[in-house]
């Protein structure tokens, strides 16, 4: 009637049911109601299952309550796999480059026209620059490059990159970049009538940055149309609204990038 004597061998033993990891798409059978289907995710501590007709249901995760291949067992929740360290980037955008540190200053050299140009300079390629061993030098003005650049005395391993603001077919300044001719200097420059205009006008607050008429200061007019007082007040509200390349326009990124690498080839 009970078969085999009940005291026969180690009958006190319970039967282990192995422990199997969730992992998505992993098809199961759940023990009691036979619905059979693919683990999604997780909701309130249960399993998401969805069959083949895509049906989702939620079972708890208790001990011995789904069948795998036929066999019966307990599905647990993964362990978070371990975070991947992000890279660190430098304002710019490049890769940050660890326990590194800058180079002393090369001969090489970037100009800009003034000190709000290199401000903003700094703020986004500064680490780069750093790094490479490439100083930033404000110009006051751009009125004399031919003569500044002839002062310099350029060469294959002194070269120079300048940064001109409005460098647009017609305009004064380009007229005086077409002076400069040697071939270890390179000039480029952005459409913007200031380094001001290169940042993107809603960092600021503004939907587009208002037009100045001819003949007015450009930095005034800006002030008086946005209701600030003086031209270091509004040049604070602008950098202080600049954390990396993505506050500030292509045509100046597509600028400097270009200078950078002119000036470190080897």
């Given at each position: 009637m009970y078969g085999e004597d009940v005291l026969k061998g180690e009958w006190r033993r319970r039967r282990v049911v192995p422990e199997v990891d969730a992992e998505r798409d992993l098809v199961v059978e759940d023990a009691d109601s036979g619905f059979c289907g693919a683990v999604i995710g997780f909701e309130l501590g249960a399993v998401v299952l969805e069959d083949r007709h895509g049906k989702r249901r939620n079972f708890p995760l208790a001990p011995a309550a789904f069948l795998l291949d036929g066999q019966t067992v307990t599905l647990r929740r993964p362990s978070a796999a371990p975070a991947q360290a992000q890279r660190k980037v430098t304002a710019s955008g490049s890769i940050a480059v660890d326990n590194v540190r800058a180079q002393v200053a090369k001969a090489s050299r970037i100009w800009v026209e003034g000190i709000h140009d290199a401000a903003l300079v700094e703020r986004i390629w500064g680490d780069d620059l750093r790094i490479e061993g490439i100083v930033v030098e404000p110009l006051?003005?751009?009125?004399?490059?031919?003569?500044?650049?002839?002062?310099?005395?350029?060469?294959?391993?002194?070269?120079?990159?300048?940064l001109v603001d409005h460098l647009v077919p017609g305009s004064k300044e380009s007229r005086i970049v077409a002076a400069v001719t040697d071939p270890d200097v390179l000039v480029t420059g952005h459409p913007y009538v200031d380094i001001w205009q290169a940042v993107?006008?809603?960092r600021v607050g503004l939907q587009k940055w208002p037009v100045i008429p001819p003949g007015r200061p450009w930095k005034e007019g800006i002030c008086a149309a946005v209701g600030v007082r003086e031209p270091a007040d509004m040049w604070r509200r602008i950098l202080s609204s600049v954390s990396s390349y993505k506050d500030v326009e292509t045509p100046l990124i597509n600028s400097m990038e270009r200078l950078i690498d002119f000036v470190t080839v080897p």
């Open positions: 006051d003005g751009i009125d004399d490059l031919a003569g500044a650049v002839r002062g310099f005395r350029p060469g294959p391993q002194r070269r120079l990159g300048v993107k006008p809603e």
